[in-house]
């Protein structure tokens, strides 16, 4: 066997201290350094589009009956000996008036948020429709993209197709126009047919 040799000693790190000004890689090439983020945000994937505003007038009367209530049973407690206090007050009811103006008021508040929560949602998953049936009981529907078989537009709503045969019309909302330019974007993503049909008015 032979002794291994010696190997030579490593060159010395240049000093980079005298150098000065180095040319950048851009300055060199010619070119720009362009960085691209492996991540790039999402668009907001939920729209919600609410009821027109004739649809909230009902609940919002009903509203300001009941605040009117409230107000008044507040002010006749502030002026004793008065007519409003006497009215108030001084009669025997069944229940105490501020026990009444506090039922009164609360439905009145329930109302008026379950009159904004009609409309529609567009989401990544699919549609969700949200009405209020007969005797003012709220109703959540949902259908994912894959159950809709083609969107049918007009200037009056949106219907649904659905693979069973069925039809399922959208609530009607405020924003009608850009519900449909919506949804005949995203169905176009999804491979759903959309037929727009021609105002029956023209």
Excluded: C
């Excluded at 609940?59 to 108030?88: D, E, N």
């Amino acid at each position: 066997m032979t002794a291994p040799q010696p190997q030579p000693d490593p060159e010395p790190l240049p000093d980079l201290a005298d150098e000065g000004d180095r040319p950048s890689i851009t300055e060199t090439n010619g070119t720009v350094a362009r960085f691209e983020m492996a991540y790039q945000p999402e668009p907001s994937a939920r729209h919600a589009f609410g009821a027109p505003f004739w649809q909230h007038v009902p609940a919002m009367i009903w509203f300001a009956f009941t605040l009117g209530v409230a107000g008044a049973v507040v002010a006749a407690y502030r002026m004793p000996g008065s007519a409003l206090y006497i009215w108030v007050a001084e009669r025997e009811r069944a229940f105490p008036p501020t026990v009444l103006a506090f039922v009164v008021l609360a439905s009145g508040i329930a109302v008026l948020a379950r009159s904004f929560m009609r409309g529609v949602i567009v989401h990544k998953e699919g549609l969700e429709a949200r009405a209020i049936v007969p005797p003012g009981i709220p109703r959540v529907r949902r259908w994912a993209w894959a159950q809709i078989h083609r969107v049918v537009l007009d200037d009056r709503g949106v219907m649904l197709e659905l693979w069973t045969g069925e039809y399922d019309k959208l609530p009607t909302v405020a924003r009608s126009s850009d519900l449909s330019a919506l949804l005949e974007q995203l169905a176009a993503q999804h491979g759903i047919t959309v037929t727009r049909l021609e105002d029956l008015q023209n």
